[in-house]
């Protein structure tokens, strides 16, 4: 069965230090998985997506991901933060149906906050 | 302008009332997708849409209707609001395959009291 799992529902960080959103997933295919993060008032906007080339992968504002198959995992990390990260980040699986179609599957979500 | 736009960005009804948003894309997509947000449940889906004449629903229907008026517009109604369809709700769009990421609107918060 499909799963997304963000291990942390907030995470909290100095300006300046490194961030770390962790994410784990079930899927029974080679699944496309994707970062989005969400300001408020506004909609998902695509940080990353990892789409079966390279296992490291990255995206906008220094933001990159690592897909770990062994694992599971595909956590998002960011070497210095800023005020600016602040926001809600969202992990999400893709995975190919038979039919043609694909199912996708959000994470609940990490709130990011982030202190001068 | 927005790839994908939705009215209206805010609403405030009452129980029982019947209520409609909509959603029109420039992106060209077949793809479009209604989705709710509620705190700490991240988003569900609601409908989605793989072309005009192709409607499906998704795991939390009950209560919800779509319309797919043309490729670029996809509308979803409430015919009876209630209470607990208080949320913030996001039209989607995207292409045909599982690696194509999707495109969002920013959202209708709607409150029904």
């Known amino acids: 069965a499909q799963s997304v799992t963000q291990l942390d529902s907030h995470v909290s960080v100095s300006e300046g230090t490194p961030v770390l959103l962790r994410c784990n997933y079930s899927s029974s295919y080679s699944p496309s998985l994707f970062w989005y993060v969400q300001h408020p008032n506004k909609g998902l906007q695509l940080l990353l997506k990892?789409?079966?080339?390279?296992?490291l992968v990255k995206g906008i504002n220094g933001f990159e991901a690592e897909f770990k198959k062994s694992e599971t995992s595909f956590h998002l990390t960011k070497p210095s933060a800023h005020m600016s990260d602040a926001a809600e980040y969202f992990c999400?699986?893709?995975?190919?149906?038979?039919?043609?179609?694909?199912?996708?599957?959000f994470g609940a979500g990490t709130r990011l906050f982030v202190k001068a | 302008d927005a790839d994908v736009t939705q009215t209206p960005r805010n609403r405030i009804t009452k129980t029982g009332k019947r209520i409609m948003l909509e959603c029109s894309q420039t992106?060209?997509?077949?793809?479009m997708y209604w989705y709710r947000q509620d705190p700490g449940l991240g988003l569900r889906l609601i409908y989605y849409?793989?072309?005009?004449?192709?409607?499906n629903k998704g795991e939390i229907s009950d209560g919800y209707s779509v319309s797919r008026q043309a490729q670029a517009k996809f509308s979803l109604s409430l015919e009876s609001a209630i209470p607990n369809q208080t949320a913030l709700y996001f039209c989607a769009t995207s292409g045909t395959a599982s690696n194509q990421p999707q495109h969002f609107g920013d959202g209708t918060r709607l409150s029904i009291l």
């Open positions: 999400v699986v893709s995975d190919p149906l038979g039919t043609g179609g694909f199912k996708t599957i």
């Open positions: 849409s793989f072309d005009v004449k192709d409607i």
């Open positions: 990892y789409t079966s080339a390279a296992t």
């Open positions: 992106k060209g997509h077949d793809r």
